[in-house]
């Protein structure tokens, strides 16, 4: 919806004959009413990250940190189609003109680099357009109290 200033309207409705009593009225309730609420200041939001948490009861992910990226699919596609997807939208876009003059070369650049418009063709949503660190768990829950303080010592 488009905005108006308030200063404009009261000209409006002077050049259409209000009357002087009734402009008052009209242009001090649009002032209140423009006027932000003095309510207590909102804390600033909390700035929030995605995580991806994967179970590795077995232990077959390495130790060591790494990341990925946060995708989203239609419900009854397959998540193993997910790269596919990707790889297409990637060469849909490296056969575009901005692709032809700047391709991407890996999954990275790709999802970083590469306007919705041709992921949205792959059905394919890029939640995150940069890495996110991966947690390994063991999708086991500590049995005591102990266990998890010991835990948070790690």
């Known amino acids: 919806m488009p905005k108006i200033d ?35 200041d909102a804390p600033p939001p909390v700035k929030k990250q995605f995580v991806l948490l994967v179970s590795d009861p077995e232990g077959r992910l390495p130790k060591a940190d790494f990341v990925g990226w946060a995708l ?14 990707v790889h297409r939208a990637a060469y849909d876009f490296n056969l575009s003109k901005k692709g032809r003059l700047l391709p991407v070369k890996t999954i990275g650049e790709a999802i970083e680099n590469v306007p919705a418009k041709h992921f949205k063709e792959t059905d394919v949503w890029v939640k995150t357009k940069t890495p996110v660190l991966i947690v390994r768990t063991d999708n086991q829950l500590p049995a005591d109290e102990d266990e998890v303080k010991a835990s948070r010592r790690r």
Not at 72 to 85: K, M, V
Request: net charge negative.
């Open 6 to 40: 308030i200063n404009k309207v009261a000209e409006i409705l002077k050049k259409n004959q209000v009357a002087p009593a009734l402009l008052r009225q009209i242009v001090e309730e649009m002032n209140l009413a423009a006027q932000p609420e003095t309510g207590e």
């Open 72 to 85: 989203q699919l239609p419900e009854n596609e397959s998540p193993a189609t997910a790269l596919e997807r």
